[in-house]
């Protein structure tokens, strides 16, 4: 990377080989399409779509339908290409060279990324050893480092771990820092805060249409949060980044929340007894809030899943994460894994 400036000499590229064939289980998507009736009303709306204009640029219609599914003001929503976009609009907003962000680790690759991007220092704060949330850890860091930004990820990518609502409220009040709250997993999750987003001045949610309600192929995401965090998104954010297509299909599927209730259950279900069957067959795994389990295997294991076309996510140090398939996936995913059973 020749051109690449020196500060960012230590950035990797963000890749994920593109599978089309086999089992996939290493992008925490969805083993099912979105429901029919959401398709079949994207599809009766192209009859009438204007392809010659350009899309809304404030995503107007998206906004208004997630603002009533969350009960909170269209001024209080924005949408983006991803909340990948989002995300990072948001540090370039926030941040002067050499602000603080402080972060859980590991957690979603990509922040580091957008602090760097930034040019931001980036700082870690540890999980406890079973990889649970530390909020103490936290508290002690703000204190000590007066980060410009925190930043949270639950359920965790790629543990699966859960915080808890009292902790999330404890991080958000004891500072001024500014909380980004990326809720991208909550829909597997028991419990839901992100009412919280519009209580606290230093608090953005973020979510997406990525994960349970099955549309990364569309690339949006959003943000919810007082107005005028919203505001300063909204003005550096680059204009009609959303295309027409997503804005109409996100809508419909925002509408249609209910209809993805039964295939959200059945991924927790799925998730849930993959991770019985895991930990009774000695494997060291997590538990996990999300669709995936993050547990340790080996090069072993895993090249015998890549033989039988099954694709999981490799981490440093034996650390993988499987994304919870269909109810065959999983069953084929056993089959390979508990080859390797303890017990
Ligand atoms: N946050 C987390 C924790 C993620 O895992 C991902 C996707 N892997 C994203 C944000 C980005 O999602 P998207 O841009 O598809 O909305």
New binding site residues.
């Given amino acids: 990377m020749k051109y690449l400036k020196t500060s960012f000499n230590k950035m990797e590229p963000y890749f994920s080989k593109n599978i089309d064939e086999g089992i996939i289980l290493n ?2 998507e969805s083993p099912f399409n979105p429901p029919i009736e959401v398709i079949n009303s994207f599809k009766e709306s192209l009859e009438q779509f204007a392809f010659n204009r350009y899309p809304d640029m404030q995503c107007e219609m998206l906004c208004e339908a997630i603002a009533k599914h969350f009960n909170v003001l269209k001024e209080q929503v924005t949408c983006g ?5 989002l ?1 990072e609009v948001t540090f370039r907003a926030a941040l002067e060279v050499n602000d603080k962000v402080l972060s859980f680790s590991p ?2 690759s ?1 922040y580091r990324v957008f602090a760097d991007l930034a040019l931001a220092k980036f700082i870690e704060v540890k999980f406890n050893d079973d990889l649970t949330f530390c909020c103490d850890n936290m508290l002690k860091a703000i204190k000590k480092e007066n980060p410009k930004l925190i930043m949270i ?1 639950s359920p ?2 790629p543990t699966g771990a859960f915080l808890s609502e009292q902790d999330i409220i404890k991080i958000v009040e004891c500072s001024n820092a500014l909380v980004l709250l ?1 809720l ?2 909550i829909d597997f999750a028991d419990e839901d805060y992100t009412y919280l987003a519009t209580q606290y001045d230093n608090l953005i949610v ?1 979510r ?4 349970a309600l099955a549309l ?1 192929s569309i ?3 959003y943000a919810i949060s007082k107005k005028t965090n919203i505001d300063m998104i909204n003005a550096v954010k680059a204009p009609y980044s959303v295309t027409g297509l997503s804005l109409i299909l996100a809508t419909k599927a925002i509408e249609n929340y209910n209809l993805y209730e039964n295939n959200i259950n059945i991924i927790k279900n799925e998730r849930d007894k993959l991770y019985t069957i895991l930990k009774e067959g000695g494997f060291l795994v997590y538990p996990s809030k999300a669709n995936f389990l993050y547990l340790k295997l080996n090069d072993q294991i895993y090249n015998d899943l890549v033989e039988n076309k099954i694709y999981i996510r490799k981490f440093k140090n034996d650390f993988y994460r499987i994304t919870i398939g269909s109810v065959i996936e999983n069953i084929e995913l056993l089959k390979v894994v508990m080859k390797y059973a303890k017990k």
Wanted: charged share 20%; with cysteine; glycine share 8%.
């Fill in positions: 992008a925490n290409v991803g909340s990948d976009e995300l957690s979603f990509m990820c965790n990518n990326d991208a997993y973020y997406t249409f990525s994960k990364p690339r949006v995401g």
